[in-house]
């Protein structure tokens, strides 16, 4: 099987520092480059450029060059790009909780054990992956195999799920 992980897939496509803010700008409706770097001003020209040619070449966006003097560029989400936005919506579903992620539990034995688990909103992270997954197998249709995130499905760097090592108790 020689699919990539969804979920990997799909965070590469958003991964750097800007996309996501940019993403958001776009969800308004097409944007010329001067106003998508006035409401992004902490973003560096070149950088600004970079991102945008990144989401151009992974479909996220669509670059439209208008045949004007001068020259006039728009940039819109595409179709792909804006069905991200369930995956946003789940983050932000899963942002708003506002438990700790971690449960940490102390027996009064002796000697004291101490035992950690995911608290509900730790546990609910997973419909934040299975929304990424769903979105990435939706955009890709991938071969599904075995990772870390799913257990599914193979990993983007190809790895073989390692066996885990016994733990010393």
């Not at 020209?45 to 060059?65: C, G, H």
């Not at 027996?107 to 419909?127: C, N, Q, T």
Request: charged share 30%; net charge negative; hydrophobic share 35%.
């Amino acid at each position: 099987m020689g699919g990539k992980c969804p979920i990997e897939t799909t965070l590469s496509l958003i991964n750097g520092k800007w996309k996501l803010l940019i993403l958001k700008e776009l969800s308004q409706g097409a944007v010329r480059y001067g106003k998508l770097g006035a409401a992004i001003p902490a973003v560096s020209a070149k950088v600004l450029t970079q991102q945008l040619r990144e989401l151009d070449e992974d479909s996220l966006i669509v670059r439209t060059v208008y045949a004007e003097v001068p020259p006039r560029v728009e940039y819109s989400l595409s179709d792909m790009g804006a069905s991200i936005f369930s995956v946003f919506k789940e983050l932000r579903r899963w942002g708003l909780e506002d438990d700790g992620l971690i449960v940490r539990t102390v027996y009064a034995e002796v000697p004291p054990r101490v035992e950690y688990s995911l608290s509900d909103m730790g546990a609910s992270i997973f419909s934040v992956f299975k929304e990424l997954r769903r979105w990435g197998l939706e955009d890709d249709g991938l071969a599904r195999g075995e990772c870390s995130f799913c257990g599914q499905c193979i990993p983007i760097h190809g790895k073989e799920k390692s066996p885990q090592p016994e733990r010393e108790e």
